[in-house]
């Protein structure tokens, strides 16, 4: 017998229409590099196999299949290399200040997996994602961005496209 099951293609949803996840971006036209954000309003359980050598990532470990892991806030993919894992510190904070983490008891910690590519030949490979970049992300995402009408960022002067 014969089966035949329609192929769904992930590329035609809009992120708008996946329920419990949210998206917010911000980059720099200039530099061609950015940060993105999925936000994640109830926390989200995931997985991941990393391959290769020198991967640029933070606290991926958090989502090895064969731990006990926690679930997960915020996953931030960003450019700059291993520099742009500082934008997870802005995600970090904007989580923190929206209540979303886990209650360590003495405070929130958020739960933000991060991993990055290396762009930084492209464009200007001296302006990297960072602190502030990687908030104004996680900002737009908990706002319920549209990612199709994501902003730009100039270098400190921030306009709609």
């Known amino acids: 017998m014969i ?12 992120f708008s229409d996946i329920k419990g996840l949210q998206v917010g971006n911000a980059q720099d036209d200039r530099a061609k590099t ?6 994640f309003p109830t926390p989200a359980t ?8 020198g991967p640029a990532s933070r606290e991926t470990p958090l989502l090895d299949p064969d731990r006990n892991s926690l ?20 995600v970090m904070r904007r989580m ?8 360590t008891g003495f405070g929130i910690v958020p ?3 991060q991993s990055d590519i290396f ?11 960072d602190r502030e970049m990687g908030y104004r992300a996680a900002s737009e995402a908990v706002k ?5 009408s994501h902003q730009h960022d100039s270098r400190r002067r921030v306009h709609k496209c």
């Open 3 to 14: 089966s035949f099951f329609p192929i769904i293609s992930l590329k035609n949803i809009p």
């Open 34 to 39: 950015g940060v993105t954000v999925f936000y």
């Open 46 to 53: 995931a997985a991941v196999k990393i391959l290769g050598g």
């Open 71 to 90: 679930p997960l806030n915020a996953l931030v993919f960003g450019g700059g290399s291993a520099y742009g894992l500082a934008a997870a510190d802005g």
């Open 96 to 103: 923190e200040e929206i209540g979303a983490g886990y209650d």
């Open 111 to 113: 739960i933000v997996c």
């Open 119 to 129: 762009d930084l030949s492209y464009g200007d490979g001296s302006v990297r994602p």
């Open 144 to 148: 319920r961005n549209d990612p199709r």
